[in-house]
């Protein structure tokens, strides 16, 4: 079962990840806009108008919340892991910002 968890996460995030760098990488860019934290209680109460995005976005607090309590470190890759999650909810809270 963890396997199937673990295997989840690594698909999720790499999804992500690619929506991020293919929005990154898209013409449309202009100068860096400055973007503000958004507290996960303000993010709760968003109405999710990307409801693809929400659903990774919960699954992806999940899964670290998951790693976060897990009693092994297993060789440090718990700890990227968790690092590599954050990136990723980061990227997709600025998609699910976008309109």
Do not use: Y
């Amino acid at each position: 079962m963890k396997n199937i968890g673990f295997l989840t996460l690594v698909i999720l995030t790499t999804v992500l990840l690619t929506l991020a760098f293919t929005a990154a990488a898209s013409p449309k860019t202009t100068a860096p806009v400055a973007v503000a934290a958004v507290p996960a209680a303000a993010l709760a109460a968003m109405p999710a108008e990307h409801p693809e995005i929400h659903a990774a976005l919960e699954a992806m607090h999940n899964a670290k919340d998951h790693l976060e309590h897990a009693a092994h470190d297993f060789d440090g890759h718990r700890v990227e892991s968790i690092k590599h999650l954050d990136a990723a909810i980061h990227e997709a809270e600025i998609c699910e910002r976008m309109p």
